[in-house]
């Protein structure tokens, strides 16, 4: 295997999260994360997931989520966890789930029929 430069032995992580960072024209017809400010909170997870110390976990930008019509989308793996983040006041709620397992029923997606 290749080198590593946080010297990990073996590839992957124990808790995977994916947060929207996607865009879309302001004459589109759905809503998006970014325009919500899912890359201001996907950046303050992320620093303070590092200033926890705690090794395993990777916060990042994913793609369309597809679910941007119930808040800003996020998804947990490999529970396959997913969320609809509201704002900054859901990012403790969401770093709790992330190091300790509490469930967050408040923030859990729910899609609407």
């Known amino acids: 295997m290749g080198l590593d430069s946080k010297g990990r032995l073996e ?5 995977h999260v994916f947060i929207c960072g996607h ?10 994360c ?3 400010n899912s890359l201001g909170m996907l ?33 947990i793996y490999p529970m396959a966890e997913w969320y609809s983040l509201q704002g900054e006041k859901d990012i403790d709620t969401l770093l709790e789930r992330i190091l300790n397992g509490t469930p967050a029923p408040e923030i859990e997606m729910k899609i609407d029929e």
């Not at 590839?11 to 808790?15: M, N, R």
């Open 11 to 15: 590839p992957g992580f124990d808790t």
């Open 23 to 32: 865009s879309r024209s302001d004459d589109a017809t759905r809503p998006n």
């Open 34 to 36: 970014c325009s919500k």
């Open 43 to 75: 950046t303050e997870l992320k620093k303070r997931v590092r200033d926890t110390g705690v090794k395993g976990i990777r916060v990042q930008k994913s793609g369309c989520l597809d679910f941007c019509e119930n808040g800003i989308s996020c998804v």
